[in-house]
């Protein structure tokens, strides 16, 4: 027959050292990149869980990827046409042992997977508080375009495009959106949650160290998406008390009127703090499109 | 099935080749009362994704008024009777083709044609009223979704009043042949169709809006 | 009377103009070439007026290759502008030709060639696996066929004049209600989707009124071939989702054209219904896509295996229950969204479920291997390819299914990385196998092996090298369709292997368009002389010449068995005995044509607001519509003289 391939043995050795290039690369992207990779180096106890998740789900997912990939490559050698020493069955089309191995296995593995991953789900809800023996702080943050706001109701300053709070406290952000569907994401800290309009969506994260973290928008938005970035810092107590009451001091106000103006599109805003003038300014911009005059 | 039948959609299949397909062992009027089977499957699906907006959005009155107020019980009762009766006429026009009774078929399709029109008429004036009482499609979420299902059923019937108009058109040029049989079939079919929507919009959207 | 069209409309960037003048010059030319080699009333009669599903089949392939080599184009400008905007570079895209990039390629990729491959395959094989001379309604595959192109050619319309969306492939409210959204692009990408998917639709009922009316006598369901099986859970799947879509485009369009307020931020608008929606038809679109893949493969890896499938009970019914299940699994696509942990847990579930039965054919597939004798041809090539890469990308769907799990990687490039693997690693290496494997059924000869490797080496080496980064750049908080970042992020190294991957593929893609060329000039050299059956197929296409009479079958088979060739391989028939009949065939009609172009015109005409054109338009299709089915069919007659002849006169030629 025309255009079997004589070299098998070029194939699979040639198709084996791509495959061994892609595995050496990812420790080497670890090193090379070591924190930079949110996901696997968490500084939160949300992402902690979260990547811990990941790592259960894919060990029990290499019991079965691992077994197809050394099949292909053994069946590839063994049983290619011009192997003398490979057995010639034609007749071999069924085998109920086999069927019930993988039909069987495979959702043994995936009852586990699915048992866990239900927990998880639930323990891991977005909406559900952090245990802490420290109090919870409530952030109210607005997705606009195309930056983010955050409100402190209790403090009552607000800051454009960077958020800070104190390490080791359960902070619980109130989201929502005078814009179209953004998603509310800091990697280092924890899943994201979809910030979007006439919505009040929640997120609880905590940081368990000091630093700066990258937080951004995961979802278009328009033109000046790519530009949603913002800083998280979690700080210690003191250097947080220091920063509220800098911040306390700030010339600008935030009101409706100036929100109004702040909420016209814009591109990579700088950093802006203000003092809150409205403390129900949050819930005005939640409702803002609930009822033919509020707006 | 009865001779009629038999001779309308089966009527060669040793002595006359049928020409329709390829393949001469073939049944077209099976195929295509299948397909069309088929195609109002897909509508169906259509008319549900329509109903589940409007479950979904009934209540987003935004202000406005709700179903309770805008519609009209016994309106909607004189049109849900139009619409069955005329379900009927189009289907004796089906036995009146099966009997080959050219002129009786174009009657039953005439008779069907003006109560269409006396359902579209009523069913746009009652659009109307809403829209000049200061309600229209773009109040609210729910006014759009009511507008668009109803709406959508009255395209519906405008098209089948269409074929029901170029069928007349065919009977009359070609009388009742293999062809013309079929697409009558077929137009039942769809005509039935819409009647059955109706019946889920007059249960869904207005009485248990008015309930 | 021009609507909202102006000469703004004609203004782009210089990379645009470019893209539009070398397609405008390629038209140009190769209508020179039509009327220098005199073609166009070969052109006319033969192909654009056909009603045969085996041209249809071809037609689709060359859109899809055309639309390929768009959507492509797309891609590689994609991966040239995250390579070098970075920092306080801005790379040579503006944000929003950026976005309309994306959207365009990702429509394209889906509704132009995943879709395109999947009907055009249809078209090709399935009658012919049935024992059918045609599908059940040739003038409404026609007319499929035409609206499909018709929706092609507005997304390259779009190109030259006004705007595409920049909302994405799904264009997800409230982004693309009017709000946020005014000018032309979403309405381009609303019409080039509403008529495809209306294309789709009509397709799926003619090809699942095919396969349930028109199989041979003795082919009962359990006796048709798996790739019959797997077409006809797709078309389950088209009949079923794509209204859907239709509806939910319906009432965007009212949205946007209307004021009405189904998916708007203000008037009680609902814009989680039009993600929910669009979802439920969007997972069952995946699974249209994958599923006649799945069927390829099962052609290909039984006949270059020499053994029958393994299992075909149980691979049938791994079909039926993916196709079940891929209805109930839609809200994986938005887990962030902020549903409860119930609801998305056990949404959870349903996903990991399908993992299930798409296991089970990946091993059934490999033991069809085991004991038998295994050729690697080029299609099995493809078909290690696919282990590999599905494999691993599926892997990733299972992490991706974890609402935890998915709350840090949703939307980040990781998800761009699985579903890459399963659309190229799945859709696109079959379609690669299968496009070898059935070549010379329908052309006569054989493509060039050689090109063909070269081809596999750089789409594998290129495929890993561009998608496997991104697996480690979702992890670094990469978000997907960002047209710069910050230096600071790290990402520029993975970014650069990313486009240097591409590159490969690049080359791959070169590769296979020069190869197919060269083969046609080649093809004496590659003829197939085998008399039909080059690769020793088990199915009814190989019992038939290349390339196939158009009457397909000169006598109807009966079978009584799967892998009927196979199972006739010692019998010889003598000829003298088959008693054979008049063959009927639909006559060529522009009508299907005409209602493709008038459809293209209504577009246009409603995307830029022209009124009284789409009125024209809409009453023009109207028109032809009731003209074709007030007609009579007419049909050319091949007298049984003729088709014993063509028989005789083929078996002649092979010495059979």
Same mark, same amino acid.
């Given at each position: 027959m025309k255009g079997v391939i004589k070299p098998v043995r070029f194939m699979l050795v040639c198709t084996c050292l791509l495959i061994l290039l892609i595995l050496v690369m990812q420790p080497l992207q670890i090193l090379y990149?070591?924190?930079?990779?949110?996901?696997?180096?968490?500084?939160?106890?949300?992402?902690?869980?979260?990547?811990?998740?990941?790592?259960?789900?894919?060990?029990?997912?290499?019991?079965?990827?691992i077994p197809v990939y050394i099949l292909t490559f053994i069946f590839s050698w063994i049983y290619r046409a011009d192997n003398p020493k490979g057995r010639y069955d034609p007749d071999l089309v069924d085998n109920v042992l086999a069927e019930v191995i993988w039909w069987g296995l495979p959702l043994f593995l995936t009852i586990i997977i699915g048992v866990v991953t239900w927990v998880k789900t639930h323990q891991l809800d977005p909406?559900?508080?952090?245990?802490?023996?420290?109090?919870?702080?409530?952030?109210?943050?607005?997705?606009?375009?195309?930056?983010?706001?955050?409100?402190?109701?209790?403090?009552?300053?607000?800051?454009?495009?960077?958020?800070?709070?104190?390490?080791?406290?359960?902070?619980?952000?109130?989201?929502?959106?005078?814009?179209?569907?953004?998603?509310?994401?800091?990697?280092?800290?924890?899943?994201?949650?979809?910030?979007?309009?006439?919505?009040?969506?929640?997120?609880?994260?905590?940081?368990?160290?000091?630093?700066?973290?990258?937080?951004?928008?995961?979802?278009?938005?328009?033109?000046?998406?790519?530009?949603?970035?913002?800083?998280?810092?979690?700080?210690?107590?003191?250097?947080?008390?220091?920063?509220?009451?800098?911040?306390?001091?700030?010339?600008?106000?935030?009101?409706?009127?100036?929100?109004?103006?702040?909420?016209?599109?814009?591109?990579?805003?700088?950093?802006?703090?203000?003092?809150?003038?409205?403390?129900?300014?949050?819930?005005?911009?939640?409702?803002?499109?609930?009822?033919?005059?509020?707006? | 099935m009865s001779k009629s039948l038999t001779i309308h959609h089966q009527d060669t299949l040793e002595d006359h080749p049928d020409t329709r397909s390829p393949d001469t062992h073939q049944d077209p009027f099976a195929k295509t009362v299948f397909g069309f089977w088929l195609y109002l499957m897909t509508d169906c699906l259509l008319f549900a994704t329509l109903f589940c907006t409007f479950a979904v959005l009934h209540n987003s009155t935004y202000g406005g008024p709700s179903a309770r107020i805008l519609f009209h019980l016994p309106t909607v009762f004189g049109e849900t009777m139009i619409l069955l009766?005329?379900?009927?006429?189009?289907?004796?026009?089906?036995?009146?083709?099966?009997? %080959?009774?050219?002129?009786?078929?174009?009657?039953?399709?005439?008779?069907?044609?003006? #109560?269409? $029109?006396?359902?579209? +008429? /009523?069913?746009?004036?009652?659009?109307?009223?809403?829209?000049?009482?200061?309600?229209?499609?773009?109040?609210?979420?729910?006014?759009?979704?009511?507008?668009?299902?109803?709406?959508?059923?009255?395209?519906?019937?405008?098209?089948?009043?269409?074929?029901?108009?170029?069928?007349?058109?065919?009977?009359?040029?070609?009388?009742?042949?293999? %062809?013309?049989?079929?697409?009558?079939?077929?137009?039942?079919?769809?005509?039935?169709? #819409?009647? $059955?929507?109706?019946? +889920? /919009?007059?249960?869904?959207?207005?009485?248990?809006?008015?309930? | 009377m021009f609507g909202r069209l102006t000469q703004e409309a004609f203004v782009h960037e210089d990379s645009q103009n470019m893209a539009v003048l070398s397609m405008l010059l390629g038209g140009i030319m190769l209508m020179a070439l039509l009327f220098y080699l005199k073609r166009w009333r070969w052109l006319w009669e033969e192909w654009i007026t056909t009603v045969d599903h085996k041209k249809i089949g071809i037609m689709y392939i060359v859109v899809v290759l055309i639309m390929f080599m768009k959507g492509f184009g797309d891609a590689i400008m994609m991966r040239i502008q995250q390579l070098f905007s970075v920092g306080d570079s801005h790379g040579f895209l503006s944000a929003g030709h950026f976005q309309e990039v994306f959207s365009a390629h990702g429509t394209t990729m889906i509704f132009f060639v995943g879709m395109g491959v999947v009907f055009g395959l249809m078209n090709l094989i399935i009658p012919l696996q049935i024992g059918a001379r045609d599908v059940a309604f040739p003038f409404l595959n026609a007319v499929s066929f035409w609206l499909f192109t018709a929706a092609a050619m507005l997304t390259l319309v779009s190109l030259a004049m006004g705007k595409f969306s920049t909302a994405g492939w799904l264009a997800y409210a409230p982004l693309s209600s009017l709000k946020y959204s005014p000018d032309e692009g979403v309405d381009y990408w609303i019409w080039t989707v509403q008529i495809a998917g209306v294309g789709s639709t009509l397709g799926g009922i003619n090809f699942l009124a095919t396969i349930l009316k028109m199989r041979c006598p003795g082919m009962q369901l359990m006796k048709m071939p798996i790739f019959v099986w797997s077409s006809l859970c797709a078309l389950v799947l088209i009949l079923l989702a794509f209204p859907i879509l239709t509806a939910t485009l319906f009432m965007l369009t009212l949205d946007r054209y209307l004021d009405m307020h189904f998916f708007t931020v203000d008037g009680g608008g609902n814009y989680m219904m039009y993600v929910n929606l669009i979802w439920a038809w969007g997972h069952p679109e995946v699974y249209i896509l994958i599923l006649p893949i799945f069927g390829i493969f099962s052609e290909v890896v039984p006949t270059f295996s020499e053994k029958r499938l393994f299992g075909y009970v149980s691979m049938v019914?791994?079909?039926?229950?993916?196709?079940?299940?891929?209805?109930?699994?839609?809200?994986?696509?938005?887990?962030?969204?902020?549903?409860?942990?119930?609801?998305?847990?056990?949404?959870?579930?349903?996903?990991?479920?399908?993992?299930?039965?798409?296991?089970?054919k990946i091993f059934n597939w490999l033991f069809t291997k085991f004991r038998g004798r295994v050729l690697f041809t080029s299609p099995m090539l493809w078909f290690f390819a696919f282990l590999l890469n599905f494999t691993v990308a599926g892997m990733?769907?299972?992490l991706l299914s974890a609402p935890p799990v998915d709350f840090q990687v949703h939307n980040s490039l990781f998800l761009i990385a699985h579903f890459h693997g399963m659309v190229i690693g799945g859709v696109l290496f079959g379609f690669f196998a299968g496009f070898t494997y059935w070549f010379p059924k329908f052309t006569g000869f054989m493509l060039d092996e050689k090109l063909n490797r070269y081809a596999f080496w750089c789409w594998m080496a290129g495929f890993l090298l561009a998608f496997m980064p991104l697996y480690m750049l979702g992890f670094m908080g990469a978000t997907r369709r960002l047209d710069h970042y910050a230096a600071e992020t790290g990402w520029h190294p993975l970014f650069a292997i990313a486009a240097f991957g591409a590159f490969i593929i690049l080359c791959g893609a070169s590769i296979q368009l020069f190869g197919l060329f060269w083969s046609i000039k080649h093809r004496k050299k590659l003829w197939d002389h085998t008399g039909g059956n080059p690769w020793n197929g088990r199915t009814l296409e190989w019992s038939i010449p290349s390339p196939p009479p158009i009457y397909n079958f000169a006598l109807i088979p009966v079978v009584d068995q799967i892998d009927p060739v196979w199972a006739q391989r010692d019998q010889r028939q003598d000829l003298s005995e088959r008693k054979y009949e008049d063959i009927y065939l639909p006559k060529n009609t522009a009508t299907g044509f005409y209602i493709g172009l008038w459809s293209l015109i209504f577009g246009i005409a409603m995307v830029w607001y022209m009124w009284w054109l789409a009125i024209i338009s809409f009453i023009a299709i109207l028109v032809l519509m009731i003209m074709r089915l007030s007609g009579d069919d007419p049909h050319d007659k091949i007298t049984a003289t003729q088709v014993q002849a063509d028989e005789l006169a083929h078996r002649r030629g092979f010495q059979i």
């Open positions: 990149f070591r924190e930079k990779i949110a996901v696997l180096f968490p500084k939160g106890l949300i992402a902690f869980e979260e990547r811990n998740l990941l790592f259960f789900i894919q060990i029990l997912m290499l019991l079965v990827v909406y559900k508080p952090i245990p802490s023996s420290r109090a919870e702080k409530t952030i109210q943050v607005v997705a606009l375009q195309w930056k983010w706001l955050f409100i402190y109701p209790e403090e009552k300053i607000a800051t454009l495009n960077f958020v800070q709070f104190p390490k080791d406290t359960p902070i619980h952000f109130e989201i929502t959106a005078d814009a179209p569907m953004n998603s509310f994401w800091i990697p280092h800290l924890g899943g994201q949650i979809y910030a979007m309009p006439n919505m009040r969506t929640q997120l609880h994260l905590i940081a368990d160290t000091e630093g700066d973290f990258r937080g951004s928008s995961a979802n278009l938005s328009g033109e000046g998406f790519a530009g949603m970035t913002f800083v998280t810092r979690s700080s210690s107590d003191e250097d947080y008390q220091k920063w509220i009451d800098k911040a306390k001091q700030a010339t600008k106000k935030l009101d409706l009127a100036s929100y109004d103006e702040l909420a016209k599109p814009s591109q990579n805003n700088p950093v802006e703090i203000f003092q809150l003038a409205d403390a129900t300014l949050f819930e005005q911009i939640v409702n803002k499109y609930m009822h033919p005059h509020s707006h | 009766f005329s379900s009927f006429i189009c289907g004796c026009s089906m036995l009146y083709a099966l009997r %080959n009774a050219k002129t009786k078929v174009m009657l039953c399709l005439i008779v069907t044609f003006l #109560l269409g $029109v006396s359902f579209l +008429f /009523i069913e746009l004036s009652e659009f109307t009223d809403i829209v000049q009482g200061g309600h229209s499609w773009q109040d609210s979420a729910f006014l759009s979704s009511y507008f668009t299902l109803v709406g959508t059923h009255g395209l519906h019937i405008t098209f089948g009043m269409l074929w029901i108009a170029v069928m007349i058109a065919q009977i009359y040029r070609l009388g009742v042949t293999t %062809n013309t049989f079929r697409r009558l079939a077929v137009l039942n079919m769809f005509w039935h169709f #819409l009647d $059955v929507v109706w019946i +889920f /919009i007059f249960t869904f959207v207005y009485l248990m809006g008015v309930i | 019914w791994a079909l039926i229950i993916i196709a079940f299940l891929s209805f109930i699994v839609w809200l994986h696509h938005f887990f962030t969204m902020g549903a409860s942990p119930n609801i998305n847990a056990f949404f959870a579930i349903t996903t990991m479920l399908i993992a299930i039965p798409t296991g089970v990733t769907g299972i």
